[in-house]
T-cell receptor
């Protein structure tokens, strides 16, 4: 049972480049989330998807877009990366019990 | 809006010492409360949770009690081990159908042998 998987694990981008972070879960969860983690800031919600076919903004959505491709997959896209988007990105999912299950993270460096 | 405040770290203890990490919250209604742990280089994993007032969550020797009167959910462990070294996050869920979590900023715990 893989749980929540994320790719890539590490990425270096130049300012202005685009990329997509991939996330998949195999727990048949309805809800999925994208967070960013910065030193001293805890985790901040970027976007979430309460169910397949729906997405909503979280606390810090500017500069990001998301796609809930199907029930398993939820991707995060940076259209034009900025140094302020240097962070560690976590995907999570949850079913009926409120508990969120997290992936291992993607470490992104924007130069 | 919802918010979580937890004690600033880092916290450094010797093995077998007693641990307390304070957490207080502000929320409307009756949130569920969580402690998540993040080991070096890994994602977060649930440590324990409590869903209503006076509930006690426990796991791996850690405990926390949901105190509605003081809006607190302090994490405690009687005897820490080196393997407990990690970052600990307090969080709350405002409920509803999307189960969004609001996190504290995290507390780094280092346990020395």
């Amino acid at each position: 049972n893989a749980g929540v998987t994320q790719t890539p694990k590490f990425q270096v981008l130049k300012t202005g480049q685009s990329m997509t972070l991939q996330c998949a879960q195999d727990m048949n969860h309805n809800s999925m989330y994208w967070y960013r983690q910065d030193p001293g800031m805890g985790l901040r919600l970027i976007y979430y998807s309460a169910s397949e076919g729906t997405t909503d903004k979280g606390e810090v959505p500017n500069g990001y877009n998301v796609s809930r491709l199907n029930k398993r997959e939820f991707s995060l896209r940076l259209e034009s990366a900025a140094p302020s988007q240097t962070s560690v990105y976590f995907c999570a999912s949850s079913g009926q019990q409120e508990t969120q299950y997290f992936g291992p993270g993607t470490r992104l460096l924007v130069l | 809006g919802n918010s979580v405040t937890q004690m600033e770290g880092p916290v450094t203890l010797s093995e077998e010492a007693f641990l307390t990490i304070n957490c207080t919250y502000t929320a409307t209604g009756y949130p569920s409360l969580f402690w998540y742990v993040q080991y070096p280089g890994e994602g977060l994993q649930l440590l324990l949770k409590a869903t209503k007032a006076d509930d006690k969550g426990s796991n791996k020797g850690f405990e926390a009690t949901y105190r509605k009167e003081t809006t607190s959910f302090h994490l405690e462990k009687g005897s820490v081990q080196v393997s407990d070294s990690a970052v600990y996050f307090c969080a709350l869920s405002s409920g509803g159908s999307n189960y969004k979590l609001t996190f504290g900023k995290g507390t780094l715990l280092t346990v020395n042998p």
